[in-house]
């Protein structure tokens, strides 16, 4: 396990900020996980956890590192149920997690991967209103797509409350993205059906009704929050609207093969190797 910075015990807000920054980062570096970080934020604190994941994110990103878009987490009752945190996050996405449909994803980039099914939204527009909508989120989505996301944690055996997971940029891994774009007219995403496979056997079960009612509603949430959070969603923008139903340990090279009905199927598929 990742061992904990040295930190004062009357470190102010600031260095407590600055540890679970650091002591995730050398998590991520090593691929090797750590301790929870509410020891330094607490249980309840979200926004210092958000102003973590903002300052591990910019340190990607001056590495060059490219954010793509964002992701929500937690927003079906089936994985609320898993960890006991039952509100919804978000994270950002970089160019870096993002494969498309039957590439290679290497397993040794991960720490303790999970795989689960979603839609992603590509947008042609911002959504950059404080009081965004469902009507907003329709008007700017360009086309979804059915998509894998693999979720990992860099917190040991995924002990999380809110605050670990939002520093940990929504517990965020891969996003595997299919390549038939279908747009959102006249179709109901919550009635949308989910199948996950992994190596021809279905593991996973869900809808679009699992998450926060309607995907759409998702990406509204999200939208709102980000502009609250001064990072507003923009044209160009890939949006990982959440899961449909339970999440699934990887554990090992193999294949997930998601369906949707109507939106078609997207294959992540795990190989052994670190690149």
């Known amino acids: 396990m990742t061992p904990l910075p040295d930190t004062d015990e009357n470190t102010g807000p600031g260095g407590r900020i600055d540890a679970a920054a650091a002591l995730l980062t050398a998590a991520a570096a090593t ?46 009752p089936v994985v609320q149920q898993q960890f006991g945190v039952f509100q919804p996050d978000f ?21 303790q991967p999970r795989a689960e099914g ?3 939204f590509v947008l042609g527009r911002d959504l950059d209103l404080p009081g965004a909508g469902v009507a907003d989120v329709l008007r700017a989505t360009e086309f979804v797509l059915p ?41 109901d995403l919550s009635r949308v059906g989910m199948t996950l496979h992994r190596d021809g056997e279905p593991v996973s079960f869900g809808a679009g009704h699992a998450c926060l009612g309607s995907p759409v509603v998702a990406v509204a949430w999200l939208a709102r929050e980000m502009v609250r959070r001064e990072q507003p969603l923009r044209a160009g923008d890939v949006v990982m609207s959440g899961a449909l139903g339970p999440m699934v340990p990887i554990g090992g090279p193999g294949r997930f093969r998601l369906e949707l009905d109507g939106l078609g199927e997207v294959e992540a598929v795990i190989e052994e190797g670190t690149k």
């Not at 996980?33 to 926004?47: K, M, N, S, T």
């Not at 994270?91 to 991960?110: C, I, K, N, Q, S």
């Not at 965020?172 to 390549?179: E, F, K, M, R």
Request: hydrophobic share 45%; glycine share 10%.
């Open 91 to 111: 994270g950002v996405l970089f160019d870096d997690m993002m494969y498309a449909h039957g590439e290679p994803l290497p397993l040794g980039r991960f720490i």
């Open 147 to 187: 998509a894998v996301e693999i979720v990992d944690s860099r917190i040991t055996d995924w002990d999380l409350t809110i605050t670990d997971t939002v520093a940990d940029n929504a517990s965020s891994g891969a996003v595997v993205l299919g390549t038939t774009p279908h747009t959102l007219d006249a179709r």
């Open 118 to 120: 979603e839609i992603a």
């Open 31 to 76: 691929r090797t996980p750590c301790a929870p970080v509410r020891q330094y934020l607490g249980e309840g604190d979200i926004d210092a956890a958000y102003e973590v994941q903002r300052r591990v994110a910019a340190a990607r990103a001056a590495s060059g590192a490219r954010r793509v878009g964002a992701k929500i987490g937690l927003t079906a």
